[in-house]
């Protein structure tokens, strides 16, 4: 089983900065991509960036230049660094990793973390 844990929401001020951070754990023996999606009250979940294990990343418009994502493989977390918050950034995050193969299991599969609260007002 493998089970993702996000941690570093909370409520910041707009143009402030937050830093989130997700660890998988399990008997993982690797993690294709690992990435940041988020949910507003009444819309979709949407992306917001992702990276591969070679450290290649993509990230919502939105998001370009306040956002950045980082990686650690041997420990299997990924990290959201977010400056210059905006109310619109409001939403719960949640992290996601992506064909996940775990030792003694058949096939990959992906997993999500429970999501944490990001909150950006004055």
């Known amino acids: 089983q493998v089970q993702l844990v996000e941690s570093g929401g909370g409520l910041v001020h707009p143009g402030g900065s937050l830093s989130l951070s997700c660890a998988a754990s399990g008997s993982i023996f690797s993690i294709s991509v690992m990435g940041w999606y988020r949910q507003a009250p009444g819309k979709e979940r949407d992306l917001v960036a992702r990276i591969t294990g070679l450290g290649s990343t993509n990230y919502a418009d939105s998001v370009k230049g306040r956002f950045t994502i980082s990686r650690d493989n041997a420990k299997n977390t990924v990290n959201l660094q977010m400056n210059n918050l905006k109310p619109g950034d409001t939403a719960v995050y949640y992290c996601?990793?992506?064909?996940?193969?775990?030792?003694?299991?058949?096939?990959?599969?992906?997993?999500w973390g429970q999501g944490t609260q990001v909150t950006v007002s004055s």
């Open positions: 996601k990793a992506e064909t996940v193969i775990v030792r003694g299991h058949v096939g990959a599969h992906d997993y």
